[in-house]
């Protein structure tokens, strides 16, 4: 099993910067894919980013693409969601996941472990 806390959200201006952290403890961190998902007020969670156990491969939604990188550290047991160019529409809870397929997935059925969340709010 393994444990997941988000770090980083906050509010910032349309155009600005955050970089979100997914701290995970427990079962070794390298088994796993690790993605970032978010849900807006009202709607349903849409994948974001996922990133492979080795941090070779990774997938971003189309909405994303261009404007926010994921990686991750496997000595500090850490995942990061670098997100630039904000625009409003990106205002969500963004939550990470750990997935134990060799596979990246962009679904997240496929995910066995979710954090908390971390609440982003772009302002206009």
């Known amino acids: 099993q393994v444990q997941l806390v988000e770090s980083g959200g906050g509010l910032v201006q349309a155009g600005g910067s955050l970089r979100l952290s997914c701290a995970a403890s427990?079962?070794?961190?390298?088994?796993?894919?690790m993605g970032w998902f978010r849900q807006a007020p009202g709607k349903e969670r849409e994948f974001v980013a996922a990133i492979s156990r080795g941090g070779g491969s990774t997938k971003y939604a189309d909405s994303v693409k261009g404007r926010f990188t994921i990686s991750r550290d496997i000595a500090k047991n850490t995942v990061y969601l670098q997100m630039n160019s904000l625009k409003p529409e990106d205002t969500a809870d963004y939550y990470c996941?750990?997935?134990?397929?060799?596979?990246?997935?962009?679904?997240?059925?496929?995910?066995?472990?979710w954090g908390q969340g971390a609440q982003v709010t772009v302002s206009s």
């Open positions: 427990g079962r070794t961190f390298s088994v796993y894919a």
């Open positions: 996941a750990a997935d134990s397929a060799r596979v990246v997935h962009v679904t997240e059925k496929f995910y066995d472990y």
